[in-house]
């Protein structure tokens, strides 16, 4: 079983639509909490960083931590198609780079 | 313009022939480490870099060989390629082991027949 689960989608949505998206963890060890955002032949750029339970919103975007059931996500308001990408979520141990990904869930966004 | 400079972008290369992928930053960031990512599996990480002369091994190490000899390059080597090498690589950076963001290449798609 892999320590960060996430499904790949894809997930196709209408412009305007919520999106959410999910991973589930193993290790209950991990206390940061993170998602990227990866476009076609691009590296991933970081879009939220959390820092245990709870919740942190930008702009559109909103990250849950829910630690107890060892479960987070994020969550778009109002999609667009530029959000049309790959979403990776990552968690690690301690501050720092020592990161586990998840596989990524590739969301699609038609106008 | 804070960039991660991997070359080349795209490698076809046979079994057993040597290679190296380049990375370059001008962030002066402490922090490199080099990522594949396949299908499913999401990002694991291969080796990183705390600082010039300081590599570790990561998740994916075996078949995979890293120097630091100066704080803006880390280049990966492929001693001896092999099929299951084929896999898109990332570089990334960051400042230190704080909450800074990875800062990724744009990755270099290799591919061993």
């Known amino acids: 079983q892999k320590e960060v689960e996430q499904d790949p989608g894809p997930l196709s949505v209408p412009e305007g639509a919520i999106v959410s998206l999910n991973c589930t963890y193993s290790n209950s060890a991990f206390q940061y909490f993170m998602w990227y955002r990866q476009y076609s032949r691009k590296g991933p750029e970081l879009l939220m960083y959390?820092?245990?339970?709870g919740n942190k919103e930008d702009g559109r975007f909103t990250a849950q931590v829910d630690k107890s059931s060892k479960y987070i996500s994020l969550f778009i308001r109002d999609s667009q198609p530029s959000d049309s990408a790959t979403y990776l979520c990552?968690?690690?141990?301690?501050?720092?780079?020592?990161?586990?990904f998840g596989g990524g869930t590739r969301l699609m966004v038609k106008p | 313009e804070a960039q991660v400079t991997q070359n080349p972008r795209y490698l076809i290369t046979v079994t057993g022939k040597k290679l190296t992928v380049t990375c370059s930053q001008n962030?002066?960031?402490?922090?490199m480490s080099w990522y594949r990512q396949d299908p499913g599996l999401g990002l694991r990480q291969i080796y990183y870099s705390m600082n010039v002369e300081v590599t570790d091994k990561g998740d994916v190490p075996e078949g995979y060989k890293v120097s630091r000899k100066e704080k803006r390059n880390f280049p990966l080597i492929l001693e001896s390629p092999s099929p299951n090498q084929t896999s898109l690589y990332f570089c990334a950076t960051n400042r230190d082991r704080g909450d800074s963001p990875l800062h990724f290449g744009n990755g270099t798609r290799l591919t061993v027949t």
């Open positions: 959390t820092y245990s339970s």
């Open positions: 990552a968690m690690s141990k301690n501050a720092g780079n020592m990161l586990t």
């Open positions: 962030m002066n960031h402490e922090y």
